[in-house]
């Protein structure tokens, strides 16, 4: 049984909605908004919504507004630009978790933690985030030439220390909880795939998302520490710019 004890979802919301801590800026990194950012942004949204092979560098020079030029004065092909949409989106998962990994704290509370301002990547930063699957569904299914695939599996090895911070803290949280796991691997999976399933079925129904994002990862990260056989402790989400 759950050593730990769950607080409402309306309280634990209100206790959110009411942190400063809580605003997008404590889990999302903040825009940049070099010449190089812009284009990363742009073609983010052009590999999202229309895939990486139908992605011309004339769409994402339309989108942009600017000419092919801009593009190639910073990346040589649409290849190198895939691959930085990719590395920038992996940058946002770690820059989001970084400032909740603190080891000072319980195991349970930093899963919560960090699983929360995952969770709110996925739907915040949706386009990059969707890029990322593209590159890893192209890895699996080896449909790359040699030098993509070198490229790519150097990113899936970013990708892996990625979830390689989840796996400690699951690891942890289980001996400190006394929790019983067969099999660290798969719940590490099973744990990360509950949270990232908003990266296809999201869609933001306001002009201000940031509440409705919390509230869904509020709900997300509830449900995956009960695949873990834990409950989301009342105390898991106060006060997180602490650990800024």
């Given at each position: 049984?759950?050593?730990?004890?769950?607080?409402?979802?309306?309280?634990?919301?209100?206790?959110?909605?009411?942190?400063?801590?809580?605003?997008?800026?404590?889990?999302?990194?903040?825009?940049?908004?070099?010449?190089?950012?812009?284009?990363?942004?742009?073609?983010?949204?052009?590999?999202?919504?229309?895939?990486?092979?139908?992605?011309?560098?004339?769409?994402?020079?339309?989108?942009?507004?600017a000419?092919?030029?801009?593009?190639?004065?910073?990346?040589?092909?649409?290849?190198?630009?895939?691959?930085?949409v990719?590395?920038?989106?992996?940058?946002?998962?770690?820059?989001?978790?970084?400032?909740?990994?603190?080891k000072?704290?319980?195991?349970?509370?930093?899963?919560?933690?960090?699983?929360?301002?995952?969770?709110?990547?996925m739907?915040?930063?949706?386009?990059?985030?969707?890029?990322?699957?593209?590159?890893?569904?192209?890895?699996?299914?080896?449909?790359?030439?040699?030098?993509?695939?070198?490229?790519?599996?150097?990113?899936?090895?970013?990708?892996?220390?990625y979830?390689?911070?989840?796996?400690?803290?699951?690891?942890?949280?289980?001996?400190?909880?006394?929790?019983?796991?067969?099999d660290?691997?798969?719940?590490?999976?099973c744990?990360?795939?509950?949270?990232?399933?908003?990266?296809?079925?999201?869609?933001?129904?306001?002009?201000?998302?940031?509440?409705?994002?919390?509230?869904?990862?509020?709900?997300?990260?509830?449900?995956?520490?009960?695949?873990?056989?834990?409950?989301?402790?009342?105390?898991?989400?106060?006060?997180?710019?602490?650990?800024?």
């Amino acid at each position: 049984m759950p050593k730990s004890t769950a607080a409402s979802h309306d309280q634990m919301y209100g206790v959110m909605a009411d942190s400063q801590a809580l605003s997008a800026a404590a889990v999302i990194v903040n825009r940049e908004t070099d010449p190089r950012s812009c284009i990363l942004n742009a073609a983010a949204h052009c590999f999202t919504n229309q895939g990486f092979a139908a992605t011309s560098i004339d769409d994402v020079a339309h989108k942009l507004n600017a000419t092919k030029g801009m593009i190639y004065h910073h990346f040589r092909s649409k290849n190198d630009l895939f691959f930085a949409v990719y590395r920038r989106g992996m940058e946002i998962n770690f820059e989001a978790i970084k400032p909740f990994q603190s080891k000072k704290l319980p195991a349970l509370i930093r899963l919560a933690r960090i699983g929360y301002a995952h969770a709110v990547t996925m739907m915040a930063e949706q386009d990059f985030q969707r890029t990322v699957s593209q590159g890893v569904a192209m890895h699996q299914t080896g449909s790359t030439t040699a030098a993509q695939r070198e490229t790519l599996d150097e990113l899936i090895e970013v990708r892996d220390r990625y979830e390689a911070v989840f796996r400690e803290a699951i690891r942890d949280m289980a001996r400190e909880e006394k929790l019983e796991i067969d099999d660290l691997s798969i719940s590490v999976k099973c744990f990360l795939a509950a949270l990232n399933g908003t990266v296809f079925w999201y869609s933001p129904r306001h002009k201000n998302p940031q509440p409705e994002q919390h509230k869904i990862a509020l709900n997300l990260i509830t449900y995956a520490l009960r695949g873990l056989g834990t409950e989301l402790p009342a105390e898991a989400l106060e006060n997180l710019g602490e650990d800024e």
